[in-house]
């Protein structure tokens, strides 16, 4: 017996109150806030958002405020440092890949110099994100 739900379509459905517009446009209205779970997602594990500190309302409500602009802070350091390809990463991601990086600094001829091993999974992500022209690759 054939199963509707196997194979290579993904199924999923739109339930709207929006009559007046064709099924494309709606589809492409509705599929440019599918991502806001994810950015709630990111906002309570990497930003401090799953507990509210305090009972009081203001408080909480400026503590909304502070993880929300970083947040977005956050998302305009990534769009001007990062390729596109990392976009879709998350902060937790990013600083595991890019600032939990074992190694050390050393002062040789009076510079300060980061030693990393060379076979650093993502070593070549880290000088990606940094400016290559004012750092040397030993």
Same mark, same amino acid.
């Given at each position: 017996?054939?199963?509707?739900?196997?194979?290579?379509?993904?199924?999923?459905?739109?339930?709207?109150?929006?009559?007046?517009?064709?099924?494309?446009?709606?589809? #492409?209205?509705?599929d440019k806030?599918?991502? +806001?779970? &994810?950015? @709630?997602?990111?906002? %309570?594990?990497d930003f401090?958002? !799953? *507990?509210?500190?305090?009972?009081?309302?203001?408080?909480?409500? #400026?503590?909304?405020?502070?993880?929300?602009? +970083?947040? &977005?802070? @956050?998302?305009?350091? %990534?769009?001007?440092?990062?390729? !596109? *390809?990392?976009?879709?990463?998350?902060?937790?991601?990013?600083?595991?890949?890019?600032?939990?990086?074992?190694?050390?600094?050393?002062?040789?001829?009076?510079?300060?110099?980061?030693?990393?091993?060379? *076979?650093?999974?993502?070593?070549?992500d880290f000088?990606?994100?940094?400016?290559?022209?004012?750092?040397?690759?030993?």
């Open positions: 017996q054939l199963d509707l739900f196997e194979g290579a379509y993904i199924y999923y459905y739109i339930v709207t109150n929006i009559y007046d517009e064709d099924k494309r446009t709606i589809y #492409f209205f509705h806030r599918a991502n +806001a779970e &994810n950015i @709630f997602k990111e906002m %309570k594990g401090g958002l !799953k *507990n509210l500190p305090c009972s009081n309302l203001s408080a909480n409500a #400026f503590w909304l405020q502070i993880i929300v602009s +970083a947040y &977005n802070s @956050f998302q305009i350091i %990534k769009e001007k440092i990062f390729d !596109k *390809n990392w976009y879709k990463y998350t902060a937790k991601t990013i600083r595991y890949r890019i600032i939990n990086l074992a190694g050390y600094v050393v002062n040789e001829a009076r510079s300060l110099v980061l030693k990393i091993n060379e *076979n650093y999974k993502y070593l070549k000088f990606a994100a940094l400016d290559t022209s004012q750092y040397t690759i030993l």
